[in-house]
């Protein structure tokens, strides 16, 4: 099978039609999903990536995955509601749940090991402020926002000026999480653990990290396959 990816292809349009090279893209730190609608050249040249590097990388993932991926249809090909529905099933409930149980982890750890690693305080205030806008944000979703886009996709909806604004509203705190994410992972320089980490220390890195990947891929499976089909 030819490799179809060139470094003319949109960051997103890669994703869209293999989502495990996600994980190459969080790799070498390119956003996917708020500032994928660029062709992967300008993702290359702004964060200064050795082309060749990546682009082996994009090749193994392709022969790797690319005859097994089963869920294509869910990011490209289903209607409005399906998405919406895995969105709500899969990432909201996914999320809001690991914000929950992770929360306790993050608290202790700042108290517990922010006097010797100041950078854990940043991460405790970032934390709780990524969570409480996320929070927020799903809850919008899926009582106005989510509702809105259905009315678009059956062709009900009363005004479709304010459903597109407030999806434009959903794609700028999209934006702003991302922003927080990156902090975290600025603060913790990529989420390195120090030679004195704790088995909690080295759990709230790895959940963290974790939790960045979850959330990228909800908010391209939003802001690249589903708001775009009602602009």
């Known amino acids: 099978m030819t490799f179809p990816f060139s470094t003319n292809t949109l960051v997103r349009d890669i994703v869209n039609e293999l989502p495990k090279t996600s994980d190459v893209f969080k ?38 995955y690319s005859a097994a991926e089963t869920d294509l249809e869910v990011w490209t090909k ?26 306790p982890y993050v608290t202790k750890v700042s108290r517990v090991h922010g006097d010797s690693h ?17 929070m927020e944000h799903m809850a919008k ?3 106005v926002v989510f509702p809105l886009i ?9 005004n479709r000026e304010e459903a597109i604004n407030m999806i434009v509203e959903l794609e700028k705190e ?3 999480a991302g922003e927080i994410l990156r902090q975290i992972r600025s603060v913790t320089s990529d ?30 499976l939003e802001n690249n396959i589903l708001f775009p089909r009602y602009f």
């Not at 405790?124 to 996320?134: D, G, I, Q, S, V």
Request: aromatic content about 8%.
């Open 141 to 143: 979703e899926e009582a």
């Open 174 to 176: 999209h934006d702003h």
């Open 118 to 134: 100041p950078e854990l305080l940043k991460v405790h205030e970032l934390f709780y402020e990524f969570k409480k806008e996320l």
């Open 78 to 103: 289903s209607d409005s509601t399906t998405i919406i529905d895995h969105v709500i099933n899969h990432y909201h409930r996914t999320s809001e749940e690991e914000l929950l149980l992770l929360s």
């Open 191 to 220: 989420y390195t653990l120090p030679l004195d980490a704790c088995g909690t220390y080295r759990l709230v890195y790895k959940r963290l990290e974790d939790l960045e990947g979850l959330t990228f891929m909800h908010v391209h």
């Open 27 to 64: 790799k070498f730190r390119i956003d996917f999903c708020c500032g994928g609608n660029i062709p992967l050249s300008e993702a290359i040249t702004a964060n200064g990536i050795n082309e060749e590097a990546i682009m082996e990388e994009l090749r193994v993932v392709f022969e790797k």
């Open 150 to 158: 259905k009315q678009l996709a059956d062709g009900t909806v009363e």
